[in-house]
């Protein structure tokens, strides 16, 4: 079993940054891909980014390209999100999940994922 924490939202305003951590506990995530979701209001859970196992591979959303950059230190059982320049529409709830796969990279469904945090709040003002 794994446990996930994310922590890091808050409220900014727009073209700030902020720093998302997902620690997780109960066993080690050294052999899982980890990625971010979020989600908006009335709107659906969407991809954001994840990083494979082995941080060889990663993997953004359109929206977060240029801008967000997923990291991990396995040795710390941390994964991060840096967001910079945020926008009013980046404002959501961003969870993190771990995925325990064969594959070599990760996937962008959420129903891959096993494990996931109950997230945290990012809300960017204009």
């Known amino acids: 079993q794994v446990r996930l924490v994310e922590s890091g939202g808050g409220l900014v305003q727009a073209g700030s940054s902020l720093r998302l951590s997902c620690v997780a506990s109960?066993?080690?995530?050294?052999?899982?891909?980890m990625a971010w979701f979020r989600q908006a209001p009335g709107k659906e859970r969407e991809f954001v980014a994840s990083?494979?196992?082995?941080?060889?591979?990663?993997d953004y959303a359109d929206s977060a390209k240029d801008r967000f950059i997923i990291s991990r230190d396995s040795a710390k059982n941390t994964v991060w999100l840096q967001m910079n320049s945020l926008q009013p529409e980046d404002t959501a709830h961003y969870y993190c999940?771990?995925?325990?796969?064969?594959?070599?990279?990760?996937?962008?469904?959420?129903?891959?994922?096993?494990?996931w945090g109950q997230g945290t709040q990012v809300t960017v003002s204009s």
């Open positions: 109960g066993r080690t995530i050294v052999d899982y891909h």
């Open positions: 999940a771990a995925e325990n796969s064969l594959d070599e990279q990760p996937n962008r469904g959420q129903n891959k994922y096993e494990y």
């Open positions: 990083i494979s196992w082995n941080i060889y591979i990663s």
